[in-house]
């Protein structure tokens, strides 16, 4: 696996990858607030065709818009992120698909789950957007085009657009062929 922006502080204790973000990272396009980011951190793989992605995902977000999840990544315009992000206060499932411009689903999570599974299925240029309180029942949050592009970047992201970082810990990520 290979970074994209990679963190100061990380590290793999048997099947967990434990990150702390830096501060003023993030992966946005344009959208409502006008700017672009691109530097949050990202963990990944090259990968080709349809596949399942899983990680289960558990973390102490502190400020505005921390987040942390699974990313599919063709470049810097075309990409998508989901997981959750901390949004006044709350955790939200969130999927965000950028083709040069970002757009967001969200679904809040009240009572502040203290962990999340989520999946991401690709099937062509498709991508099916999954999410789990307990690792067994999913629910489908989103399904967008992404790319035709036979090969892609698949893996694990976090960011801290207006806080000082923040830790996270991505345990079992999986990448399979699915067909």
Not at 50 to 70: C, H, N, P, R
Request: with cysteine; net charge negative; aromatic share 12%.
């Amino acid at each position: 696996m290979k970074w994209y922006n990679e963190p100061p502080t990380w590290n793999i204790q048997g099947g967990t990858i434990k990150i702390t973000s830096s501060q003023n990272t993030d992966f946005w396009r344009k959208t409502f607030h006008g700017y672009i980011r691109d530097n949050g951190h990202f963990y990944y793989k090259q990968v080709s065709g349809d596949f399942i992605a899983e990680v289960k995902i558990s973390a102490q977000y502190k400020e505005q818009y921390d987040q942390a999840g699974l990313m599919v990544r063709l470049d810097e315009t075309n990409w998508l992120k989901s997981g959750i992000e901390l949004i006044d206060g709350v955790q939200h499932v969130i999927a965000v698909v950028t083709h040069d411009y970002s757009d967001v689903s969200v679904v809040p999570m009240l009572h502040s789950p203290a962990a999340i599974w989520m999946r991401v299925i690709r099937q062509g240029a498709a991508v099916q957007v999954f999410y789990s309180l307990e690792g067994q029942k999913y629910t489908m949050l989103r399904m967008a085009h992404l790319t035709s592009v036979e090969t892609v970047s698949v893996g694990i992201m976090c960011a801290s657009p207006n806080g000082n970082g923040f830790p996270v810990n991505f345990e079992g990520f999986n990448v399979e062929s699915h067909e």
